[in-house]
């Protein structure tokens, strides 16, 4: 069936691999997105990326699987 209709099957495959981007979007809360732009101005690409390391490496120390300051790995 997806060869016979093509333009489907694009939509298909682009959902698809795309879905993590598509539920994040649906996910978000757009109030506290604007909130945040009012309050701080438009975030650069740079300060986005930054950001979200910063949750990354927030949510690993929560877990526990990030090393003590003190502790060195060698």
Do not use: C
């Not at 996910?27 to 690409?45: H, L, S, Y």
């Amino acid at each position: 069936d997806l060869i016979r209709v093509r333009t489907q099957a694009g939509l298909l495959f682009n959902a698809l691999f795309n879905l993590h981007k598509f539920l994040g979007y649906e996910n978000r809360d757009p109030f506290a997105q604007r909130n945040e732009q009012a309050e701080f101005g438009p975030m650069t690409d740079w300060q986005k990326l930054a950001s979200e390391d910063d949750q990354d490496v927030a949510m690993e120390a929560e877990e526990g699987s990030w090393p003590e300051s003190g502790a060195t790995s060698l």
